[in-house]
């Protein structure tokens, strides 16, 4: 049985059951290789990019002996992947505008799945509005320490509903407050610390002009108020 990270381990506990995901860049093939040892789906499909990881990941599937149960496609996004063939995609390790884009060149394909699980390495307050402003829904969301770091995991469907929200819940998921996520004190902390450096920075800078740093001024001032409010 493979053992896989807290990081994966968590975006595996998001998919949940299902009948065929599908991981999109999927490097070594971990992911579906979890999903299918574990019983939570009987087979995956794993695309990249890339021939190497292409590679890695057929080494992986053939080590486990799941080369019946896994299927590997070389391409872009959702491209690989036929129309209903699979139910749930799986995007991790990207940066939010990157999954964004994957998700907007795809876009039948990706509302047709009964979810989306996305793990956003950066710009994940690009991926949550792009997410509720075109029509998704974040089903909840959850965080997870792994080397060190703390990654977030969303899981959201499409129901064709627009929405908009606070500019502090774009940075920081509106889920995990109300689900009480045990590493948000933490993960709060650090992202308050970040936004004092971009703060400070801009205030030393000539060539930011107010209307911009005012934007992250306010962001960092209701940061602090959710933590205070939170955890004070």
């Given at each position: 049985m493979i053992k896989p990270g807290n990081r994966l381990?968590?975006?595996?506990?998001?998919?949940?059951?299902?009948?065929?995901?599908?991981?999109?860049?999927?490097?070594?093939?971990?992911?579906?290789?979890?999903?299918?040892?574990?019983?939570?789906?009987?087979?995956?499909?794993?695309?990249d990019v890339k021939?190497?990881?292409?590679d890695k990941a057929r080494e992986n599937i053939e080590k486990y002996r799941l080369s019946d149960r896994i299927e590997l496609?070389?391409?872009?996004?959702?491209?690989?992947?036929?129309?209903?063939?699979?139910?749930?995609?799986?995007?991790?390790?990207?940066?939010?505008i990157v999954?964004?884009?994957?998700?907007?060149?795809?876009?039948?394909?990706?509302?047709?799945?009964?979810?989306?699980?996305?793990?956003?390495?950066?710009?994940d307050e690009f991926l949550r509005e792009f997410l509720l402003k075109n029509g998704y829904c974040i089903e909840t969301e959850a965080l997870a320490m792994d080397g060190g770091k703390i990654y977030t995991v969303i899981r959201a469907y499409y129901d064709g509903i627009v929405r908009?929200?606070?500019d502090l819940y774009y940075h920081i998921g509106r889920a995990l407050f109300e689900n009480n996520d045990p590493l948000l004190n933490e993960f709060?902390?650090?992202?308050?610390?970040?936004q004092t450096?971009?703060?400070?920075?801009?205030?030393?800078?000539?060539?930011?002009?107010?209307?911009?740093?005012?934007k992250e001024y306010n962001l960092l001032e209701e940061m602090k108020r959710a933590y205070n409010e939170f955890f004070g």
């Open positions: 381990l968590k975006i595996a506990s998001m998919v949940g059951k299902c009948e065929k995901p599908a991981d999109i860049g999927t490097d070594h093939a971990y992911i579906p290789i979890y999903l299918v040892q574990s019983g939570m789906c009987s087979k995956a499909v794993a695309t021939k190497g990881p292409l496609r070389m391409g872009n996004g959702l491209e690989p992947i036929g129309e209903n063939e699979c139910d749930v995609f799986i995007i991790a390790g990207m940066g939010g999954i964004s884009g994957i998700l907007e060149a795809s876009a039948d394909k990706a509302r047709k799945a009964k979810a989306l699980v996305l793990q956003p390495a950066y710009y908009s929200d606070d709060l902390q650090r992202r308050i610390r970040i450096n971009i703060v400070n920075g801009m205030k030393k800078s000539a060539k930011v002009d107010e209307q911009t740093y005012m």
